[in-house]
């Protein structure tokens, strides 16, 4: 399975949609470079960044409390789990909750998933046995069908789903961006993430709670301004505007929605990053 799909290109001397963005499959070497980014990952093994949201201690009080008197029925699910750091730093920080909850986390590489436990059996000396429950490989806008552990196969590639309200509490970071990846316009990246965004809405509880942080582009940036930015930087990423993340969230049927934003920490340094801020979020099924 190829990890980004190629696209159909448009015919010669048809005219390209006013929201066309570079989808990343049609350029060699834009697309060696988003492979090497996305390597980058490596160096973010043992750095968990669940701990600094800023709705972290919110979220913490609210489950320690919730789940006090009964901390096996807490659940907790990660979207995007990559390498799992966070949540393993979530797990130690609840403490009892954290031993006797459940908690999975689901991403797209197989192989992200292992590098992270391989890492911890040598850094925490963690069991590799007890590690594979805690994670599944799949694709977040159809978790009807995903893959936990085979034992006979010694890979992820037993069939196995997630069914309606079954998390307390779903987190994401730095994911929605990927989306963008092999799709030819920005509607059509927009698409994939409200599609994400509507299994995250299905698989919580009744009650449940999502945060999580992504970036978006400032107030002063019009669609235009977004659409052109995004070409000018062959930038084949989803990034959204401000208001309509929120916007998003709300049209899959989160509420109660709390949101914080930050400039980008390279927006200084960075052309790129002007007007580019980090959204921190928290919303309620």
């Given at each position: ?30 697309r060696l470079a988003v492979d090497a980014e996305w390597h ?160 995250l809405y299905r698989i919580c509880k009744a009650g449940g ?15 235009e301004d977004q659409f052109e930015r995004l070409r000018k ?53």
């Amino acid at each position: 399975m190829e990890k980004y799909p190629e696209q159909p290109q448009f015919n010669e001397g048809v005219e390209k949609p006013k929201d066309w963005l570079p989808d990343g499959s049609d350029d060699k070497e834009h697309r060696l470079a988003v492979d090497a980014e996305w390597h980058e990952l490596e160096k973010r093994l043992g750095q968990p960044r669940i701990l600094n949201h800023i709705y972290f201690t919110e979220i913490f009080d609210w489950i320690k409390k919730e789940y006090k008197n009964n901390p096996d029925a807490f659940s907790y699910f990660e979207a995007g789990c990559g390498h799992g750091n966070d949540l393993r730093a979530i797990r130690k920080e609840l403490g009892e909750t954290g031993e006797r909850g459940r908690f999975l986390g689901v991403d797209m590489s197989a192989v992200e998933i292992m590098h992270g436990m391989e890492f911890y059996r040598q850094q925490d000396n963690e069991e590799i046995e007890e590690s594979r429950k805690l994670f599944a490989q799949g694709d977040l806008r159809n978790m009807a069908n995903i893959n936990i552990w085979n034992e006979t196969r010694g890979d992820f590639s037993q069939p196995a789903r997630i069914k309606d309200g079954e998390f307390d509490l779903i987190y994401i970071e730095a994911v929605l961006h990927t989306f963008g990846y092999g799709k030819k316009t920005y509607q059509e990246k927009k698409e994939s993430v409200k599609q994400m965004l509507n299994e995250l809405y299905r698989i919580c509880k009744a009650g449940g709670k999502f945060f999580g942080r992504t970036a978006a582009f400032d107030s002063t940036v019009t669609e235009e301004d977004q659409f052109e930015r995004l070409r000018k930087t062959n930038n084949w990423r989803f990034v959204p505007r401000a208001g309509e993340f929120e916007e998003m969230l709300q049209q899959a049927g989160f509420t109660d929605v709390k949101i914080t934003q930050n400039p980008h920490e390279r927006a200084e340094s960075d052309p790129n990053k002007k007007n580019i801020l980090r959204f921190s979020f928290l919303a309620q099924k």
